[in-house]
């Protein structure tokens, strides 16, 4: 590899992180009179990608999905095409993002290896967020989450009552899940007891309410109560006495607890959820780059992070950008690269201008939500009503698993914009 060598550096190694690797490798760098200069640098917490949507089905039962459904593939083979002096995989954590020097700081996932400082010239930002439950995506590297699925799965077994607390989606698809799991269509009293406990008045907020409540009827067939307008105080572990952490760490995943709702209402649960949110992984960044949730600053045209200086961008999840949803990061990708070879292209040319406008990313104005329950569900695309029966056949069979391999092995950007 040549001293001279520009570093494209990429951090995430998720939806966002691998598709713009496979973008940038396939369409930016082959378009850049000094493509030999370059190469593509990934950082990612995690050896291997992860089918996200599919963990909520995945914590049930090993027997959840069949043995051919890769639900994680290892970062090495979706970039295996690739030549080496073109591409590197780093599997470490992003400790420190020095905008001012452009250089990144990475601690290797491996023990004892000293840490890695990477300088680059381009940067994407695309380290996702993190669920309050390591049951519901990577949390750290991908032997994380299999550990978590498998010490939920051996008490779930046995569990009599289970709290899950969140009224998205990711809460009313995990309640399904469970609901079909251990009690199947109810006729009389369910064999567990689970709650689904929301603060606010309606299940799935951003839909209709007509759309709630039938979410709320199929999920009362499967042996779920919904709790509305209640807010959790508190949640104490039955066995250590101790308040907070339960259902939060691989430590105290399956801690029996008692919830503590407001009007002093309780509930007391063998296995306890929490889905009532994502933060974004961003706390290496500077907060003059972040937005008062911490979302990282995006111009929301151009996906450039404007206040970090040339040829940064972010998106997917961890960007200001909404929707945060994957169809969006597929509009997402190909704009952020386009947008990066004119930025690659005009440094090459300093003495030039260079007139190529910026590509435009439009989100969607209208809702696309497809949520899962049990063999049923509901939903909008494009804003408009879907029935049950089209919810279980596009997302409810395997959760996209058959749909993600374009993600991970590039072909779903085949094609430039």
């Known amino acids: 590899m040549s001293s001279n060598t520009k570093t494209i550096l990429i951090l995430g190694g998720s939806y966002a992180g691998v598709g713009t690797a496979h973008y940038i490798l396939k369409h930016v760098l082959p378009s850049l009179p000094e493509k030999d200069d370059y190469r593509v640098a990934l950082v990612s917490d995690s050896s291997h990608f992860l089918c996200r949507p599919a963990s909520v089905r995945a914590l049930v039962s090993e027997d959840a999905f069949p043995g051919n459904k890769r639900l994680f593939v290892p970062l090495s083979e979706a970039f295996e095409r690739y030549a080496s002096t073109s591409m590197t995989v780093y599997h470490g954590t992003v400790a420190k993002l020095d905008h001012l020097t452009r ?41 994380n989450t299999i550990e978590a699925w498998t010490s939920f799965r051996k008490k779930v077994s046995t569990a009599k009552s289970i709290v899950i607390t969140g009224g998205g989606a990711t809460g009313v698809e995990t309640a399904g899940e469970l609901g079909q799991y251990l009690n199947g269509n109810v006729s009389g009293k369910p064999k567990v007891t689970i709650n689904l406990v929301t603060k606010s008045n309606q299940l799935l907020s951003y839909l209709p309410l007509s759309l709630a409540q039938k979410a709320e009827e199929q999920l009362s067939k499967l042996g779920v109560s919904v709790i509305k307008n209640r807010v959790v105080e508190k949640v104490v572990s039955v066995d250590a006495d101790a308040v907070n952490g339960a259902g939060q760490s691989l430590e105290r995943l399956t801690d029996a607890v008692i919830v503590h709702l407001d009007h002093d209402q309780t509930l007391q649960a063998d296995l306890y959820i929490p889905a009532t949110g994502v933060s974004p992984n961003t706390s290496f960044l500077n907060g003059q780059l972040l937005d008062d949730e911490g979302y990282v600053i995006v111009h929301p045209s151009s996906l450039k992070v404007e206040s970090a200086g040339p040829r940064v961008y972010a998106l997917g999840h961890v960007c200001s950008s909404n929707p945060r949803a994957i169809h969006a990061i597929m509009k997402q990708v190909p704009v952020a690269g386009e947008n990066l070879k004119r930025d690659l292209l005009a440094a090459e040319n300093s003495n030039q201008t260079h007139d190529a406008a910026y590509r435009a990313y439009e989100p969607e104005s209208k809702v696309t939500q497809l949520v899962v329950i049990g063999k049923k569900g509901v939903g909008m695309f494009s804003g408009w009503r879907v029935p049950s029966f089209f919810v279980w056949l596009i997302k409810g069979r395997d959760y996209w698993v058959d749909m993600t391999p374009p993600m991970w092995n590039g072909k779903a950007f085949a094609k430039a914009i």
């Open 103 to 143: 250089t990144v700081t990475a601690i290797p996932a491996e023990a004892g290896k000293a840490e890695i400082k990477l300088e680059y010239h381009a940067l994407i930002i695309a380290t996702g967020v993190s669920t309050q439950s390591p049951l519901m995506g990577l949390s750290g590297d991908h032997q």
